[in-house]
């Protein structure tokens, strides 16, 4: 069929190639539902450009189970068959990424590289995806990935794959259906009512050609009528052949054929001749998929299940010997064949891991946990333990939590003391990710006592560290030191390095949350990503940063967190750590809403809880985050947010989640007059903070309580300097947040000095556009009888998009002209520094990253002409 109507998406390719071509890649995301054109799209560019470029294609296949990286391993192929990762070895994904990355960027002339129907995708190749995507723009490359959208749900794997793609990386191209008058067009050259053909084909090309096609009498009700309609008049060696082949999603080779059918040639050649069915690199398959699941869902399930055993019986020698796991697993499970499932689904499982396919690998162990009947509880235990930690990688805690308490009760019932241990240590750091620090804890201890402390293995050492961890998430310092200690005495005698660099780290961090042994601290968190960077141990490099990320916060170090944070985040999104580099991510927006920068800070939280996956160690440092900026400016939906997360919080029942959204519900408190803590939550924060050496919690819980709740709450507290009448200490104590960078900190203190402090005070909330702080402080210094209070947000700050000041807007039209700092500096009779720190402002409102890219973004803001 001619392409009709496609002419704007071949341009959008080209221009997209243009760009390629002089030396930047680009992806393309073509979308469309099933038979819409994508392929014939992607056949007609691909022909424009055979003379101009490189073109390697790959398809994901259908398969129950996914083969891991089928449309790499495709084009690997075409490529450089010293690619091909060596099969006596585990594959080290990065590494092959990698090598074919460099292979593409050494290509004499521009690529073109095709994934085609990605929606059926396993993990693996999502991670490719997002790597190679991430990195187009080094290479002459134009990467265009085809995907049914009506097949990707929110809750897809796809989705988060785009979300994490760079915005100015790829184009988003959807194909749309045919207008009804270009199928009216089509049918009156058939002889056909155009009318009739739209209403059924809704316009989608496939249908509209098969509708027309000559072997399909008259105007069928649907397209599935109309397939059957063609399949029941064949004869019934040729429906034997269609029978088979649409039970095999990926096709069938001749030569498998030549066993299956005898005389096949003769009963294919009339199917071939009308292109119903294609015969390509000597496998057949369907010319649309359509046309497969038609014929397969019209088959009896006693006939679908005897052909898929025909398949088996045949072949199964074949599959076995070319090391086809995958095949055998679809086939075997649609023929109830559950011995060979529990045979092969394994093998496959461990596969798809070794490639980083880890939502494959846990769908492969619990087919086989499903398909198993025995008694044999040594091999329920070994897929019990196996699916548990799949699921524990692919968040699915829940699923992860079930499995390993199944397994406990196995190794309970063999009275097996050391996988005991294990089975409560893995329970504990499960339920730690659940957010539940009661059972946590409560499976810690349990580890340890079925262990014993006094035992010499790695399982100790481990539910040690494990303890120490806790204890330190926990901030009792002393006892993660303790048991962090005892961890690492072990972990050096059984020459343990991933244990050694587990307990490092949590006694490292224990180190640094006190400011006289913060040194110490890093020095032994350095070492415990030294061993991890050293050793591969992704997980532990990447909580390591995490500590020196969000320990650095917390001591108000933010330079160091600052370089922490980008070297943590790189690290992890190079291996598509993807939720550990959202754990830091909610540390990032944590440090940018204390040094002012909320526009940031509020669109990296906003991100990561677009994201529904994610569990509440993310979703509440998130969502206070976004309700704080939202209370301090005033926007009604702040209280709902932030009472979520205080409930979040005090079941994870750890300082750091509990703090943070306590304070801010203490600031709503303030604020607004409505009172909205109870009296049980300060109870329960005090009781956490009387056992912990948590000094900044206890400064930020006290300063808040006396602030707003001093008449109701009659306990001890920590600081003097935070009583609320003593003024004096607490403009004074304002000057270390001044020091730090964390302006609204500072200026919410120095609001409790003299008229000077409060005018200075309301000045900076003025500028962080904390417009219902900003109108609380005018009102408290109007009633308290002072003048010439400042003005809120000038009329010129309101009228750009941006929000910038009239200095800033001044600043902004000389650099249009531009002139240097200097320059600027002596037309507006203000210091050179001075300067310096409008433009740094300006660029930060604008999201620019020099000077000309926000003079260029203010001209289309229409900010400036």
Not at 440 to 448: F, G, K, M, V
Not at 544 to 559: F, G, M, P, Q, T
Not at 803 to 812: A, F, G, S, V, W
Request: negative net charge.
């Amino acid at each position: 069929m001619e392409l009709i109507e496609r002419n704007k998406f071949l341009a959008s390719l080209e221009a997209s190639f243009e760009k390629v071509v002089e030396g930047e890649g680009h992806c393309v995301l073509l979308s469309g539902e099933a038979g819409i054109g994508k392929t014939s799209l992607i056949k007609a560019f691909s022909k424009q450009k055979r003379n101009d470029c490189d073109i390697y294609q790959g398809t994901c296949d259908s398969l129950f189970t996914p083969r891991p990286l089928a449309p790499l391993y495709d084009i690997i192929g075409q490529i450089n068959n010293d690619l091909w990762p060596n099969d006596d070895q585990a594959v080290d994904r990065v590494k092959m990424f990698s090598k074919l990355f460099n292979e593409l960027r050494n290509q004499d002339k521009p690529t073109l590289v095709i994934f085609e129907d990605i929606h059926w995708a396993d993990e693996a190749t999502l991670d490719f995806i997002k790597f190679f995507a991430r990195r187009i723009a080094q290479i002459r490359c134009l990467f265009i990935i085809s995907y049914r959208d009506n097949e990707v749900n929110a809750q897809h794997p796809l989705r988060n794959v785009f979300g994490q793609l760079p915005p100015d990386s790829f184009t988003t191209l959807q194909l749309l259906p045919l207008s009804r008058q270009a199928v009216e067009a089509l049918a009156t050259e058939k002889g056909y009512s155009g009318e009739d053909v739209y209403s059924i084909s809704g316009g989608n090309p496939f249908y509209v050609n098969e509708i027309l096609a000559s072997y399909s009498p008259g105007i069928p009700e649907n397209i599935k009528d109309s397939i059957l309609a063609l399949y029941n008049t064949l004869d019934d060696k040729i429906k034997s052949v269609w029978s088979a082949l649409s039970v095999i999603p990926a096709g069938f080779e001749i030569a498998y054929l030549e066993r299956m059918e005898a005389k096949y040639e003769t009963v294919i050649e009339g199917c071939l001749l009308a292109k119903i069915i294609v015969l390509d690199n000597g496998v057949i398959f369907f010319k649309h998929e359509l046309y497969r699941r038609t014929i397969e869902a019209s088959l009896s399930p006693v006939l679908r299940v005897a052909l898929n055993k025909k398949i088996l019986d045949l072949f199964l020698g074949d599959f076995e010997k070319n090391q086809e796991i995958e095949r055998i697993i679809h086939h075997a499970k649609n023929a109830n064949e559950h011995q060979l499932v529990i045979k092969y689904a394994p093998l496959a499982a461990g596969q798809a891991a070794a490639l980083g396919a880890h939502i494959e690998s846990a769908r492969l162990y619990y087919m086989a946990i499903s398909s198993y009947s025995g008694d044999d509880k040594g091999v329920l235990a070994k897929l019990y333990e196996c699916y548990a930690y799949e699921c524990y990688l692919t968040n699915q805690l829940k699923e992860a939590i079930t499995y390993q308490e199944k397994l406990l009760a196995i190794r309970q019932e063999q009275d097996d003391k050391e996988q005991m241990g294990n089975s409560f240590r893995f329970l504990s750091r499960l339920w730690w990710f659940e957010g539940n620090h009661k059972q946590s804890e409560h499976y810690a201890y349990r580890a340890i006592k079925a262990l014993g402390e006094h035992s010499s293995s790695k399982a100790t050492a481990m539910a040690f560290s494990n303890m120490s961890q806790l204890k330190m998430l926990s901030d009792q310092n002393a006892l993660s030191i303790f048991w962090g200690e005892k961890a690492i005495t072990l972990a050096k005698e059984l020459k343990d390095d991933e244990t050694l660099s587990h307990a490092l780290n949590n006694v490292g961090s224990a180190y640094l949350k006190v400011p006289a042994s913060k040194q110490q601290g890093i020095d032994l968190l350095m070492t415990s990503l030294e061993i991890a960077l050293k050793k591969s141990y992704h997980e532990h490099a990447a909580r390591a940063y995490i500590n020196l990320i969000s320990n650095s916060i917390i001591l108000k170090d933010y330079e160091f967190a600052e370089k922490a944070s980008e070297e943590g985040i790189q690290y992890c999104m190079e291996r598509d750590l993807d939720s550990w580099a959202a754990y830091m991510l909610t540390c990032k927006a944590r440090l940018l809403l204390e040094t002012g920068n909320w526009e940031q800070a509020y669109a990296i939280a906003d991100k990561l809880l677009a994201n529904k996956s994610y569990t509440s160690i993310v979703i509440i440092p998130a969502v206070t985050v976004i309700a704080t900026i939202k209370m301090r400016r005033g926007e009604a939906d702040a209280l709902p947010l932030l009472l979520d997360a205080s409930d979040r919080a005090f079941e994870a029942m750890e300082l750091q989640r509990i703090i943070p959204v306590l304070a801010a519900l203490l600031e709503y408190e303030w604020l607004t007059g409505e009172r909205v803590v109870k009296k049980e939550m300060l109870e329960s924060a005090l009781n956490l903070l009387t056992d912990t050496d948590a000094e900044h919690y206890k400064q930020e819980f006290d300063f808040w309580v006396t602030k707003v709740q001093k008449n109701n709450y009659q306990a001890k507290v920590f600081y003097d300097d935070y009583k609320i009448y003593n003024t004096a200490a607490k403009v004074k104590c304002a000057a270390p947040s001044e020091q730090s960078g964390c302006r609204y900190a500072h200026a919410i203190k120095l609001f409790d000095g003299g008229i000077a402090d409060k005018k200075m005070a309301i000045n900076i909330i003025h500028g962080l556009g904390a417009n219902r702080v900003y109108e609380k402080m005018r009102a408290d210094m109007r009633t308290s009888g002072i003048k010439n209070i400042p003005r809120g947000m000038r009329k010129s700050t309101l009228e750009n998009p941006a929000n910038l000041t009239r200095r800033e807007l001044d600043i902004l039209f000389l650099l249009k002209d531009g002139l240097q700092n200097k320059e600027i500096a002596e037309q507006l009779f203000i210091s050179a520094k001075t300067v310096d720190h409008h433009i740094s402002s300006i660029l930060f409102k604008l999201d620019a990253k020099s000077r000309a890219k926000a003079v260029t973004e203010a001209v289309r803001l229409e900010i400036i002409k």
